[in-house]
């Protein structure tokens, strides 16, 4: 009995010897000088990848703050920054990544796209030099060069690199559509349509090119040949604003107006701010007397532009029409400030002093009127005529009740960027939703009468007593830097606590805690450590086996978007599914777990059997719903999947009808 009793102290010795070499390996630090910077980088990259930018951001200051003269560090922060539209402080960081190291072609791509966001276009055409030296058959290259010279209206450049492009890539239609576009900008509509013949003969698919076209047939009047155009560039290229508003155009001459209405309804949807969509939809809405909403229109372009005579005009009246003449008033006031012989808008106003009682007033506004006018009939408002179109910057006020067409009509482009998009940049339809895992907070999926439960995890809460309760969850949300910053600060805790405790009972529920948090800053590998320390102490734990594999799973995505082997990595996480499954058969989300392992890895019969298996245990798992419509789509089982997604919409996932819209066909 003695020698059994020796035996498991030395065994409780040696586990505990072993719990401290791991956290003395892992456990966090307050001393910038004891990081791994290569592996620090490596967690704000993992960060990056699931978009949480805060963090990742945090992760790149410590590293900056520790080693200023690494290069990456500043180029990932200026990644991070670019994707929260602080393109500012993005193009500071790729200048500085630069000064250090003036070799790495991304650093002038992403510094040339931050200075076109910012309209700083003879900056970017200086990035895209620089990135043409070091790599001059990059195409992207040259194309977002080309843009840039059009935008700069150095079309004698832009030509020159157009030609030396045609020479170079024979066969991209691109080049010829903005060939095109460059000579329409320069007038010449004979040479541009035969450019753009020849980029539509290599490539008719090319959205760009028929949204040249169409610009083409409305600088002729050709109405319907401009809205076939431009409605086979939208279904090309369908969130482009620019298609929308031109199409309304083209569909307001042929008197479409329906269709001219929801043309800006959508570019709208698309761009709130757009001037001539609020603008033009008013005018439509005053066509077919729906004055009120017109109203609404001309208040949103007044909001931002309150000078604006036409729509203070238009909105005058109609504010005179609806029975608000006071209103009315002031806004014609403003309108004759600026323009003072604008007699229209007197006899309007006058008009409005007479249903007011304000004779005196009224009498004066008639006076100017007749004095400057005496032989001229007045008050007949202009009928509106279908082909009147007048230019955004032509201010004639005889024109307020016509369509605003932009003053130069551009054609929208997408600049050529591996940072379009999210930073996975792999192209998937539609995402799944993720897996389910720990977390210290409850989970809501927008149906408060779902709580996740996992009898395993409640096990633990009631065993260990110590620390902050362990809840199930699926996916988690971006943290914000007050978040970050308390979970930091909670691992630095778990740490101390751990290196405190006397046994390696006494530590396990501290160690998974801090896998826990560890996994909420995205530093998974730390994360899969701790969880690789508690299974070798406690080899039957079944959520440490289903949270290693969640987190190896994440881990390996991240690694495969870098071009790394995951398929031993791979199989590790789904050994740990496998004995998860085992250990806990009737739990649904070890099972919807596996489903999204299998979903990922493209091997859609596995996956829809895991996701059967899990809603046989939960009816009502609505990610499971979600996740296996998408799978039964992407395997060409169309009706099935709708039939999901419907359900999982039922459950609490709107947008599953986003996606039953795209893929029904309505």
Same mark, same amino acid.
């Given at each position: ?5 020796? !035996? ?42 699931? @978009? ?43 200048? %500085?990544?630069?000064?250090? +190291? ?31 030296? /070091? ?23 832009? /030509? ?65 040949? =401009? ?7 939208? /279904? ?6 620019? +298609? ?34 609020? !603008? ?45 003449? #006071? ?26 002093? #007479? ?6 007033? =009224? %009498? ?10 005496? +032989? ?21 006020? @005889? ?14 482009? @997408? ?73 930091? @600060? ?26 826990? =948090? ?52 791979? =199989? ?38 895991? !996701? ?13 719903? !979600? ?9 060409? /089982? ?29």
């Amino acid at each position: 009995m003695s020698n059994v009793v020796t !035996y498991k102290k030395m065994r409780s010795k040696r586990l505990h010897g072993l719990l401290l070499f791991y956290l003395i390996i892992f456990c966090p630090s307050q001393l910038l000088a004891q990081f791994n910077i290569e592996r620090l980088i490596m967690v704000g990259r993992n960060a990056l990848f699931y @978009e949480d930018y805060v963090l990742s951001i945090q992760y790149f200051n410590q590293v900056i703050s520790a080693k200023p003269y690494l290069y990456e560090p500043w180029f990932y922060r200026g990644v991070a920054k670019f994707y929260l539209d602080d393109f500012v402080g993005a193009e500071t960081d790729c200048s %500085e990544a630069i000064r250090i +190291n003036p070799y790495v072609n991304s650093l002038y791509e992403l510094r040339g796209l931050c200075r076109i966001r910012q309209s700083k276009f003879v900056d970017a055409i200086g990035d895209y030099n620089m990135a043409i030296k /070091h790599d001059p058959s990059n195409q992207g290259f040259w194309y977002n060069r080309v843009l840039c010279r059009i935008q700069n209206k150095d079309y004698d450049d832009a /030509h020159h690199d157009l030609d030396s492009m045609i020479v170079r890539w024979k066969k991209y239609a691109p080049s010829y559509s903005l060939k095109a576009e460059v000579f329409l900008q320069q007038k010449d509509t004979v040479q541009g349509a035969k450019w753009l013949d020849k980029s539509l003969e290599i490539d008719p698919y090319n959205g760009e090119a028929w949204s040249v076209r169409g610009i083409i047939s409305m600088a002729g009047n050709q109405w319907k040949d =401009a809205d076939q155009q431009f409605s086979k560039a939208i /279904h090309l290229k369908p969130n482009m604003v620019g +298609n929308y508003i031109n199409r309304a155009l083209s569909r307001y001459n042929i008197n479409n107006l329906r269709g001219a209405m929801a043309d800006y309804d959508k570019a709208l949807d698309l761009d709130p701010n757009n001037f001539i969509g609020h !603008y033009n939809r008013a005018l439509l809405r005053v066509q077919v007397g729906d004055d009120n909403r017109a109203i609404l229109d001309f208040d949103y372009i007044l909001q931002y532009e309150p000078d604006d005579v036409m729509a203070l005009f238009n909105r005058a009246l109609l504010l005179d029409r609806t029975g608000n003449p #006071r209103a009315a008033i002031r806004d014609y006031t403003k309108v004759i400030d600026q323009y003072p012989n604008f007699w229209t808008g007197l006899q309007y106003r006058a008009r409005c002093y #007479r249903r007011l009682g304000m004779n005196a007033q =009224a %009498e004066l506004d008639e006076f100017r009127i007749f004095k400057a006018q005496m +032989n001229k009939h007045l008050g007949i408002q202009p009928r509106l005529k279908k082909k009147q179109i007048r230019k955004k910057s032509d201010i004639d006020l @005889e024109k307020y009740n016509q369509m605003v067409a932009e003053d130069e009509n551009t054609v929208e482009h @997408e600049y050529s960027s591996a940072y379009r998009g999210k930073v996975q940049n792999h192209k998937v339809e539609a995402e799944y939703m993720p897996m389910y895992g720990l977390d210290f907070a409850q989970y809501v999926n927008g149906v408060s009468s779902y709580q996740a439960f996992v009898a395993e995890v409640d096990e633990f809460n009631r065993k260990s007593q110590v620390g902050r309760k362990l809840y199930v969850t699926c996916g988690q949300p971006v943290l914000t830097e007050a978040d970050s910053k308390t979970f930091f @600060e909670q691992i630095d805790t778990l740490t101390a606590k751990i290196l405190g405790t006397t046994t390696t009972a006494e530590a396990l529920p501290w160690l998974l805690q801090r896998a826990v =948090a560890y996994t909420k800053i995205q530093n998974l590998s730390d994360a899969v450590n701790d969880l690789n320390t508690y299974l070798q102490i406690d080899s039957t734990s079944v959520i440490a086996y289903w949270q290693r594999a969640v987190c190896q799973t994440m881990l390996n995505q991240f690694h495969a978007s870098q071009g790394m082997n995951v398929q031993l990595m791979a =199989a590790k996480a789904l050994d740990d599914f496998n004995i998860s499954i085992r250990l806990s058969p009737n739990n649904a989300y070890f099972f919807y777990d596996r489903g999204n392992y299998y979903a990922l890895r493209k091997e859609y019969t596995k996956a829809v059997e895991d !996701y059967n298996a899990a809603l046989k245990i939960d009816p009502k798992l609505s990610e499971a719903y !979600y996740n296996r419509g998408l799978v039964r789509i992407y395997s060409n /089982h169309q009706a099935e999947g709708i039939q999901d997604l419907s359900k999982a919409g039922e459950l609490g996932i709107y947008s599953a009808y986003s996606i039953i819209k795209k893929y029904s066909g309505k």
